[in-house]
Structures are given as structure tokens and as C-alpha cells.
């Protein structure tokens, strides 16, 4: 079981550029979740996936914030542009979706933006 | 909309101390409930679930959580903690059933000095 697997671990970059995060599920996973974590406001769920569909995306911030899954083994989580506000910790996480599982949490991805 | 609340923010105890985090939530249907714990610079693992039966729950690592429903309390324990408890806990709680979304509290911060 290689578990959730997201990349990169870290990311720093400037403001008004594009961050890219990505996220691979563990294999038979149908439910895919991003969430964000920061002191202020904790663990904030952005949005979720159900068999590679947006089932709710209202935790999204703005529109500077899109989803995607173009495959049941691939999310990305984009931000465009990026501000200093956005840095967190991105977390992907997901589960068979059978309701009675817990989530599996990837490693996460500590974002800073300058 | 369900909700989680997490009493504690910060607890530092010494090792040995007995814990108790509490967790209430507020829905009157049928619940799931987790326990997870993030170890710093690490991600959410799973630490203990609830879903039906006994509601006295053995987790891993000696913890345990017992579910109250007459309380909407879902509280974790452990008799003696040790250093290497030291990490984030969050309770989370989701409708049983279906392709729910869990909802997490914010968190609770543990700190245990040798």
C-alpha cells in the first residue's frame, strides 16, 4: 500500500505565480478530498471528488482556486495567482467512499508564498 | 449542517499524566467518528473509529474514546502518555452511511514534557 501521495512536499514561490499541487490516491479509492490547514483556521476541506467528479466545492476560497481529476489516480489542485494568504499545508486525502471508511491523508504539501 | 467541537486547543501535561480531549458534535442521526493524530511535520493518521457496537473504543498506542450518544461526546483518553504523544489531535464525525464528508475540529494541540 504505497498510501496518498502528493507532490511537491514543499513549494516556495513568489506572489502572482501559478502553484500546482498534485495528488496520486491509494489504487480502488473512489473519493478524493483537498483540504488546507493553517493555524488560524485549521483543517479546511476545499473540495471533494466522488469516482473523479466535484461533488462540493464550496470550501474553494476564490476563483484564483481550481480542482481538478482527470483520472481516478490523478488530482491536481491549482492556484493562480498565488498570494502570501495562500500559504498552508495542502492535504489530499481520500477513501474507498463507501461511507463507513476513514480518510487516508497524503504527506501534504507546505506551501509558502513570498 | 453537522458540526465538531474540540473543548481544548492546548494541553501540556508531563508524562505519565492521564489525558482526556473532548469532542462534541452536533447532529441527531446516526454517526461515524474518528480520532486522528498528526505527529509534527507528518500528516492525519487514523487513530481510532466508531461506527456501531461497543461504544467503548480501543485505538492504537493505548489510546481509547468512548462514545457518549446521550452526550454527542466522542472524548479520547489515554491513562499515561508518554513524550512521544506529542502531536495534533482531531476528532471528526460524519453521517453514517453514504458518501458523506466527514466535518474535523479545529484541533487540539498536545504537548507532553519528558
Known amino acids: 500500500d504505497a498510501g496518498v501521495i502528493q507532490s511537491p512536499r514543499h513549494e516556495v514561490t513568489e506572489m502572482g505565480q501559478e502553484v500546482t499541487l498534485r495528488c496520486k490516491p491509494i489504487?480502488?479509492?473512489?473519493?478524493l478530498f483537498w483540504y488546507r490547514q493553517t493555524m488560524m483556521r485549521g483543517l479546511e476541506l476545499l473540495i471533494y471528488?466522488?469516482?473523479?467528479?466535484?461533488?462540493?466545492d464550496s470550501g474553494m476560497p476564490e476563483d484564483r482556486f481550481s480542482a481538478k481529476m482527470p483520472n481516478a489516480s490523478f488530482s491536481t489542485l491549482k492556484i493562480q495567482p498565488s498570494e502570501p494568504r495562500d500559504s498552508a499545508v495542502y492535504f489530499c486525502?481520500?477513501?474507498?467512499?463507501?461511507?463507513?471508511?476513514?480518510?487516508?491523508f497524503g504527506d501534504g504539501t507546505r506551501l509558502s508564498i513570498l | 449542517a453537522q458540526s465538531v467541537s474540540q473543548h481544548n486547543h492546548h494541553v501540556i501535561l508531563s508524562e505519565a499524566a492521564s489525558l482526556e480531549l473532548g469532542c462534541n458534535y452536533s447532529?441527531?442521526?446516526?454517526?461515524?467518528l474518528f480520532w486522528y493524530v498528526q505527529y509534527p511535520g507528518q500528516h492525519l493518521q487514523l487513530l481510532l473509529k466508531?461506527?456501531?457496537?461497543?461504544?467503548l473504543v480501543k485505538g492504537i498506542k493505548g489510546f481509547e474514546a468512548e462514545f457518549i450518544k446521550s452526550k454527542f461526546s466522542f472524548n479520547l483518553r489515554k491513562p499515561s502518555v508518554q513524550w512521544s504523544d506529542t502531536a495534533e489531535y482531531f476528532c471528526?464525525?460524519?453521517?453514517?452511511?453514504?458518501?458523506?464528508?466527514?466535518?474535523f475540529g479545529r484541533g487540539t494541540s498536545l504537548i507532553v514534557h519528558p
Open positions: 471528526a464525525v460524519k453521517k453514517a452511511g453514504g458518501s458523506y464528508i466527514p466535518t
Open positions: 471528488f466522488n469516482n473523479n467528479v466535484p461533488i462540493d
Open positions: 489504487s480502488g479509492h473512489n473519493s
Open positions: 486525502a481520500s477513501t474507498t467512499g463507501t461511507g463507513d471508511q476513514p480518510q487516508h
Open positions: 447532529y441527531g442521526g446516526t454517526v461515524n
Open positions: 466508531y461506527f456501531s457496537g461497543d461504544p
